[in-house]
């Protein structure tokens, strides 16, 4: 699997660094917030999310909704599905998205819109990585990890039809990866 990889953008050490700078932050803003939920989204945001949650010193929640807009593919679909909810209440909450990535912004535009309905007290969005050149609805992230470019990466949750999540860095796949596919 490491062999389908071009070049590493992010390492896991410098990942890893900046996912505890990221919790600093968090631990400063919401110090003493009694009622903060993590929303992680599937099932990108696993890696980020948990490795996240695990540095968070706050009396703090984590739910999971799964909303998928790439189906596997290489570009967005256009159209988000919810396919599945939250566990718990959102009515009053502080509420941390966490996102392995923001590209078009439709996912967490999506989102977004979905729990402010639902009456959160507040919702602030944590992305680790950010592709701005991607962006097609008017959305940005409170709380982001790094800039990344706009190619197609995989890894740190990042998938390619369901694969390479597992890499603990994010890269760009070799291109003979999609011709084997298509
Ligand atoms: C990917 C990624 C983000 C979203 C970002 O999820 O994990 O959730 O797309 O793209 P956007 O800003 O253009 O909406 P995907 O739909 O591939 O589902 P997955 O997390 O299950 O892979
Ligand atoms: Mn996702
Ligand atoms: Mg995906």
């Given at each position: 699997m490491?062999?389908?990889?071009?070049?590493?953008?992010?390492?896991?050490?410098?990942?890893?660094?900046r996912?505890?700078?990221?919790?600093?932050?968090?631990?400063?803003?919401?110090?003493?917030k009694?009622?903060?939920?993590?929303?992680?989204?599937?099932?990108?945001?696993?890696?980020?999310?948990?490795?996240?949650?695990?540095k968070?010193?706050?009396?703090?929640?984590?739910?999971?909704?799964?909303?998928?807009?790439y189906?596997?593919?290489?570009?967005?679909?256009g159209?988000?599905?919810?396919?599945?909810?939250?566990?718990?209440d959102?009515?009053?909450k502080?509420v941390?998205?966490?996102?392995?990535?923001?590209?078009?912004?439709?996912?967490?535009?999506?989102?977004?819109?979905?729990l402010?309905?639902?009456?959160?007290?507040?919702?602030?969005?944590c992305?680790i990585?950010?592709?701005?050149?991607?962006?097609?609805?008017?959305?940005?992230a409170?709380?982001?990890?790094?800039?990344?470019?706009?190619?197609?990466l995989?890894?740190?949750?990042?998938?390619y039809?369901?694969?390479?999540?597992?890499?603990p860095?994010?890269?760009?796949l070799?291109?003979?990866?999609?011709?084997?596919?298509s």
């Open positions: 490491n062999n389908d990889i071009e070049r590493i953008i992010y390492s896991k050490q410098q990942i890893d660094q996912v505890q700078e990221l919790a600093d932050e968090l631990n400063h803003d919401y110090a003493g009694k009622n903060v939920v993590v929303v992680a989204v599937l099932t990108g945001a696993i890696m980020f999310a948990t490795d996240l949650y695990k968070l010193d706050l009396y703090a929640h984590i739910d999971f909704v799964d909303v998928s807009s189906q596997g593919g290489t570009s967005s679909t159209s988000v599905k919810l396919l599945h909810d939250l566990k718990n959102i009515a009053g502080d941390i998205i966490c996102e392995d990535i923001v590209d078009t912004g439709r996912t967490l535009k999506f989102l977004t819109d979905l402010k309905d639902r009456g959160a007290n507040s919702i602030k969005i992305s990585f950010d592709k701005p050149a991607g962006r097609a609805v008017d959305v940005s409170d709380y982001v990890g790094f800039d990344v470019p706009n190619e197609f995989v890894g740190y949750g990042l998938d039809q369901g694969l390479y999540r597992n890499l860095y994010i890269g760009v070799k291109p003979e990866v999609y011709k084997r596919n």
